[in-house]
């Protein structure tokens, strides 16, 4: 007779085998399906900088490196050459205006003004003989004239007595007419002599007249050559410092060449040299400042330069107040150039990160400061602190503004203390 097998039950070791399988089971794939699956990457806190977005002034403005000069050079240029005879100061010296600098020598212009000496003197010997001719010429006819005169009154009146006598049968018709006629014939020969006398007069005065040119011409030649003698000895146009200067005993120097500068010392400007990236925002009357010897000094633009030479355009700033003392020609200056004006904005620190993201995301922290994401913001203008925030921050947030150049594409930061 068969016996019947009662089955039996599981037995409790098996039962929580089989559970703890089922629940790392269910665990995994509620971590697959529901839990966080991004990228993550731990970094030491002490290895990375966090700056709080805040309101605060914003003021943009750029770093540009300015140079000192005189606000007033003047170029020592030479009109005529010659050979260095002598020189009276150093490179470096002071000066005042009308101090000799260089002396030179050139005996071919000493030559021409003695041409020109003979030439003047010639030329003002001839209108000496002139007007002296020209006298003597309209004595000689205002003398003639009166003789004329004379001889016509006398013969008017012996006309007029002969002329009664003829009427009256007196005297014959020949001898009437030989004395009208001689009366006649004397008053045309005054009145021709008379236009000769004009016309000599008008004919020497304008012979005098271009004589008297040509000797002013050859006297202001005369002058100007020795003028141009007179600047062979060259001579301080200003009040200020020599800067430069060229040219030793015995050399020759040309025409027009420069022989060094003279500075301005009682007024200086900054000349400043900056990347054509900001040539439209960049117009006479904005501001910059500078630290000397802790002091901050003020400078306005006075002039901007058009043209782009190398990437860069050049303005001239002028100090606006006080200028600093002891100053040089050349000294360097690192200056603040403001951009536009100050006003209320959402800021954050500037940093490494930005040379990785290009301002389009940053790493955020989370409320409890152990992990920061990415998130996306937009950034508007700069300066050297801080960036201008247009989107994607608030004030408050924690953002970690140090080098993301290690951490790739990696979504989420796990700060360990």
Avoid at 98 to 112: A, C, F, H, T
Avoid at 274 to 301: A, K
Avoid at 372 to 396: C, K, T, Y
Wanted: glycine residues 8%; hydrophobic residues 35%; proline residues 3%.
């Amino acid at each position: 007779m068969d016996k019947k097998i009662e089955r039996k039950g599981w037995p409790p070791k098996k039962i929580a085998t089989i559970g703890a399988s089922s629940l790392f089971v269910v665990i995994i794939l509620y971590t697959f399906v529901f839990g966080d699956q991004s990228s993550k990457l731990n970094v030491e806190k002490e290895r990375i900088t966090i700056s709080t977005v805040r309101m605060g002034p914003f003021q943009e403005f750029i770093p540009v490196t300015g140079n000192v000069t005189p606000i007033e050079t003047f170029f020592l240029d030479v009109s005529e050459g010659g050979r260095v005879v002598e020189k009276y100061v150093e490179e470096g010296a002071f000066v005042k205006v009308g101090d000799p600098i260089i002396k030179l020598e050139n005996p071919q212009l000493s030559l021409s003004i003695i041409y020109n000496e003979a030439q003047v003197f010639q030329q003002i010997n001839n209108l000496r003989a002139t007007r002296l001719s020209f006298e003597q010429n309209r004595l000689s006819l205002k003398a003639q004239l009166l003789d004329l005169e004379y001889d016509i009154l006398d013969m008017k009146r012996q006309y007029e007595i002969n002329k009664e006598m003829y009427e009256k049968n007196l005297i014959s018709k020949t001898e009437f007419e030989r004395t009208r006629d001689r009366y006649r014939y004397n008053v045309q020969k005054r009145d021709l002599t008379y236009e000769n006398y004009i016309q000599d007069s008008l004919f020497r005065t304008a012979q005098i007249n271009s004589l008297e040119l040509s000797v002013k011409q050859l006297q202001a030649s005369l002058d100007a050559t020795k003028k141009q003698l007179e600047n062979l000895t060259v001579r301080a146009p200003i009040n200020g410092q020599l800067t430069a200067l060229v040219g030793e005993i015995g050399e020759s120097i040309s025409a027009g060449q420069n022989l060094g500068q003279i500075d301005n010392i009682d007024s200086y400007k900054v000349e400043v040299f900056i990347d054509e990236h900001y040539i439209t925002r960049v117009s006479p009357g904005q501001r910059g400042e500078f630290p000397l010897g802790g002091r901050n000094y003020s400078l306005v633009i006075k002039t901007v330069y058009p043209q782009v030479n190398n990437g860069r355009f050049r303005v001239d700033m002028h100090f606006d107040g006080n200028v600093p003392e002891n100053i040089r020609r050349g000294q360097t200056t690192h200056i603040k150039l403001e951009l536009g004006e100050s006003k209320e904005a959402l800021l954050v620190d500037r940093g490494g990160f930005y040379q990785t993201t290009g301002g389009q995301w940053v790493f955020v922290l989370d409320e409890s400061g152990n992990s920061a994401v990415r998130r996306n913001i937009r950034l508007g203008n700069q300066n050297p602190q801080v960036f201008e925030v247009l989107e994607g921050l608030q004030p408050g947030d924690m953002v970690i503004t140090s080098s993301y150049d290690n951490y790739g594409d990696i979504e989420k930061l796990v700060i360990n203390e």
